[in-house]
Structure formats: C-alpha cells, structure tokens
C-alpha cells in the first residue's frame, strides 16, 4: 500500500450515517493538494499518515482511497503554529497560535496536553478557555483509542462513530473511563451494552454507578408503560434482571443505590453537577423526568381548558355542517354533530370511538367547518404509518409529532419548536392518542400556544402506548377533559361483521356469526372470519391465493398478526417473515455478505426512532435497492418510508426487520387492507391473551380479516378484560392541578367563564 502524510485543508463531503468522507489535503513538502477518500471523521487543520492506494477516476482524477489512518501531531515550531492556527481548535486563530509557539516552542503541545497553568500566561485565555482548548485537543487527538475501545466491546463502526459525534462530555476518554454508562445516553446504546463495556474497563457487579444506572434502567425502559413503580415490585425486577457473579445482600445496595439517585450531586464548590434523578414516595419510586412530565402536562391541559375559550358563531358551524352533508350526501349523526361543535367551542377535547362509528366523517366535517371558519390547522399522529393514514382518510396533509416540532432541524438532538419558537395554529388534531407517551406528549404540548384548541382522537379500548403513560386513560378518567365517545356504528349490512365482533369482544361476549373458512357461498361476501384450523399451511394457502383471489389483494399487502416475536413453533414473527420472504420475494437482489437475509422488494419496519434519518419506530417501508460496499462485509440498501428514499449502513440491519408479519403491539395505529390474526396454541401466548389485545389486532383490518385460534383461544382472550396495570399519576395530577387553578381563579377575584 502506497503512504501519504499531510495536513487536511479542506473536506468536500461527509456521511453523517456512515462517515464516508471525500478531502482535500497538502503533502508534507508538497505544496499541491490531492483527493483522498475514505471512511474518516476529519476535521480542516488535522494531520493525517494514511495508508492505501492510488486511484485514476476516469471522472474526477487522481484520488487516494484510505485504508488505514491515524493522526499526528508536528515535530516543529512551523508545523505545530500551522496546526494549532488552522481553526481545529476554538479560540486559536493564526495570531493567537503564533504568540504561542513564540512563547513556549515546541512544548505548547505538553502544556496543552497537561492543562498547564502556563496557559493562561497567554493573553485572553483565561480558565474557561483554557479547559475548552484541553478538551478540544484531547478530543481530536484521542477518538481513535476511543473508537477502538468501542468496537473491541461488540460496537459497530456505525455506532461508534454515532456515540463520538454525540458530543456526551468534553473530555469523551476520561468521562468514559470514569463512568461508562454515559454511553446509555445515545440512543440505541442501552444498559446491556454499557454494561458489558463498564466489565470490559474493570467495572464490579457491585460497583455504585452500575447499581444506579440498573434501577435508572428498569424505572426507564424495561417498566412496561409505567412511570412509577413500587418499591417492592422494582426491587423484585433487580433482583431477577442485574446479575452479579457473587452472592451479597442486594437490598443493601439496593438501599443505598435509591438513597444516592434521590440527592442532588454537588462540587466542592457546591454548585448542583447532576440533580437528583429519582423521587420516593408512599406510592413508590418516581423518575423525576416523568413525575415532570405528568405535572407539566397536567398543569398545561387544565390551564387551557380554564382558560375563556373564543367566541365562534355556533348558528354558522351548524349551518356549515349541514353544507358538507349536503356536498357529501351524507347525513351525520347527532352526536357527530355535538362533537364537531364541542370540539371547536371548547379548547381541549377528546373524541373516542370503536371502528364503524364515523369518526373519519365527523374529522371531515370539522375540517371542512375549521376551513370555512378560516382557521389554520395541523394534524398529526405518533408514527408514520398513523399520520399516513390520517391523510388518505382527510385529504389533507397529516404528519408525525416528531416531524411536525421538526426533530433535528437546528443539527441537534432536540426539537425546533418549542416553548421560545412555537407553532402558530388555531387548531391542532391528534390521531391515535392512545400511542402518545408522556414524554412526547410535554414536548408537543411546549410547543403548541394556549390559544390553540386541541383535538384528541383515539379509541379508548385499544392498547396503551409501548412507552411510559396512560395518556388516553388518565384524561378521560380523570373526568376534567371534554370526552364524547361516539356509539353509533355505520356499517350494519350483513357482510359488516367485523365491525360486529369487535363491539361484542369489547363488552365480553363470544363472537358474533362469522362467516365459514373458504366454504360455502360467504366466502368472499364477509369481512370477518374465523377458523379453527391454526397451521402454517392453511395460512400461507390464505396469502398467497384465496385472500388475492377473492378480494383482489396483493399478497404483500396482508398483514400477519400474531403475539410472540420470538421462535417458538412456526408461528412466531420471525418464523412467518422468513415464510413469507421465500414465497413472496424468493428472487430479490441481495448483498453478497454473511449472514445477510435482507433482499430488494422486502416489507420492512423501523424498530427505533432513528432522528439523523428522520425514521421512527414502527414506520414501515420497503427496500428498493442494494449497493455493494468496496470492503469486505460492507455495503448500502435503501428503504421507501411513505415516499421517502432512506440510507441505511448495512451495519445498521438490525435498526429494521421483516414486517410481512408483526406483533399486535407493533401493528397498532396502522392498517392493512387484510389481516391475519394468529393465536397459536401455546402457553406463552395464552399468557399473553387479553381482550383489547384480541380487539387491536381485528380492528387492523380495513376490507377483511381472518381469526385463526382455537375457540379456547378466543374464550381466554375475551374473558382477560382488564388492561395490564399501569402505575400512572397523571389522572390524579389533573384533579389536583384543576382544585389548585380554581383556588388560585377565586384569590384573585377572577370568573371562570
């Protein structure tokens, strides 16, 4: 391989994914720049020894593809003034360099390097600036020890580069060193791989910092929805998840680890480092951000609801209702009407209803209403596959919560609408409520003005959100939210028996009629069935010819629902989406590396919010082309998400998996035109067996769906009626935010009106 040192001058292009970088760079003792390329993180001013080869593109010249490389840093007073003058370091330009290497020669590096007091001898630069030109160095000088030590722990190059780039402490190597679990901070990092790298460094089973982030970890994310928990029932959870290679007394470290989490941490000088993170009560233990989250957002929604709503002509909204039933020659209901109206006199409302009940006519009436009125309006929803939904069903532009505050969009992990940058709309509407978590749900609510009237559309009997609240529940529990539940179901012909069984599944009776399985003359006059037969063979035969045959639908356009993800039996996610990939895209176009089993034309979902790519968890694509990468195991695809062409590393496979077939849990808040809803006859999957579980997953159907399980199945799911528990405070938050609004209205003398 050919060498080449030099200094870098200029970078012309650079992958935020995949750090694939094409620079411009000077030849020590060669005034004339060449290309080089690469996958390298550089900076302008950095001194580079590379190793690789020399390249005629026919296109663009001469260039140098880089194998290896590694920095260094000068061994003269010219060099050293060039580098420290080229803008690598804030707070250096070429005057300042030059006064120091004057000063101290070649040994401003040491100094640099050491953090020596001399630094300041320097004029204007002084303690602050002198600790940030430190950490700056030891940053671009100490990446790749860094990097190394990442991939030797199991990170991929990828994700290495995205824990470097996410900028967690000044001086990355020591914050590391000192205390590994920081990497739980960048998403996709976990407590898992943090923790097998803090054992990699030398870290204890016992030691303090392991012990906290564990409980942080199981209060965060493995609480099943929770945002508190009982001191008992986390204690059991750490007893049976963090293991710990010696026997000791766990509630002793568990005591004290709480006792720790629940102080602020202070210098010597006394100034808070890192406020307490956990709060303990009689009901149990809290995280701080969600015992926040569930104030704000309490406080925020009875604010408004107290607050004097603006006058709108209630005679013009009747009269405009009554318009678009005549353009649509459909007649609404009256408590279609009641909700339309309530919705825009009232400043937060919610409007829940099973499917059937009109509320996609009642939202399309109030648009038409919001249009004549002349109000300015967004609508939105938690995941793509929702807010797509959303607009086919209104007509109007829908997108998701994350792309409407515009995630990212200032080149940071943070929102840009916010409490100093706000959307400026009279109406904001959001569908599928029930998904929202708390967190989203406080950084929405920061964003929208308390002029704004908001719209919570959802069903009230489907699952909770993956993540922590009971958005949905806690609201209408808490009876201080304007709810109108809509009853009337449309679809009552014969064939609607979808619509039928999911109303009797939710009030705990046994299936209405469906009609019989590829037998008789119903078949393919319903939209609902069910059979007994639950085989992989009767499944695929439904895929891929009666279902197409009699319903005109795509085989790829069912969508396979089942509780277990894991392999158990040939009935899992992951055994249907291997199935499913062999006999419907057997031929597509893969990468030539191991292990690979993706292939061009695969359905496939996003399983994390992914903000660089602006692709979040349960959005659902498909890949439309494969690129193979240069080095050996390397290589690109590219997924359609509703339009939208998205990169991925092949190092990032498992960011995605096949969504031929999904769990309920993922399936909701999307749709498909045929369902197929698998319950095999398994214990685990008994255990998993619940009412609004079985009432999500047949209510994804759009056209027809198809129930395989056993009538014992079905008995035991409709029997489970109660949601799994969730320990919440936002229903109890609202009532006492509402008596201190009303006590704080009747102090100062002011009329609610």
Partial sequence: MAQLHGIVTGVVYSSPDNGFTIAKIIEDNNDSPCIIKGYMGLVVGEHLSLSGDWNDDPKYGLQFSVKRYSRYVPDDESGIECLLGSGLIKGIGPSRAKWMVNKFGISIIDLIKTNDSRLQDIPGIGPKLAKQIVNQWHFFYGREKIAIKLTEAGFSKTMARKILSA???????????????ILMKVPGVGFRRSDYFAKLLGFSDTDPKRIQESLVYLLEDNNEGHTYIPIEMLFKAFSNEIKFEDPLDKRVIFNEALAELAIDIKSIDGKVVQSKRILQDDKGIHLIKYENAETFIAKNLIERILTSTKDLNVGKI????????????????????????????????????SPGTGKTSMLAALLYVADSLNLSYKLTAPTGRAAKRMEEATGREASTIHRLLEFGANGNFKFKYNEGEQLDIDLLIIDEISMVDVMLMTSLLRAIPRSTKLIFVGDKDQLQSVSAGNLLGDLISSGKVNTIELKTVFRQDSSAMLVRNARVINSGHYLAESAPLLTGKKWGESDFYHTTKVSKDVLVDLVMKHIPNKYNIRSEDILILTPIRKKRGDLNCSSLNETMQEIINSEGQSLN???????????????????RKNVFNGDTGYITRMLQGTREG??????????????????????????????????????????????????????????????????????VCVLMASNAQVIKAIQTSGIAKRYTNLSEKMNESYALTITSIRRKGLQHV
């Fill in 167 to 181: 900028d967690l402490e000044d001086d990355m190597a020591t914050a590391l060193d000192d205390n590994p679990y």
């Fill in 593 to 611: 590396i191991p292990n690979n089993t993706l292939r061009v034309g695969d359905k496939v979902m996003q399983l994390r919010n992914d903000y």
């Fill in 634 to 703: 390397s290589g690109e695809f590219y997924v359609d998400f509703y339009g939208n062409d998205v990169r991925y590393e092949f190092s990032e496979k498992n960011d995605i998996v096949h969504a031929w077939a999904s769990t309920i849990h993922k399936a909701q808040g999307g749709e498909a035109q045929a369902v197929i809803v698998v319950l095999p006859d398994d214990f685990l999957v008994k255990r998993m067996l619940t009412r609004n579980l079985l009432y999500t997953g047949i209510t994804r159907a759009r056209t």
């Fill in 318 to 353: 009747k009269k405009w209702i009554l318009d678009w039933e005549k353009y649509g020659s459909i007649k609404l209901t009256d408590e279609q009407h009641n909700a339309i109206i309530r919705a825009l006199l009232d400043n937060v409302t919610i409007v829940t209803g």
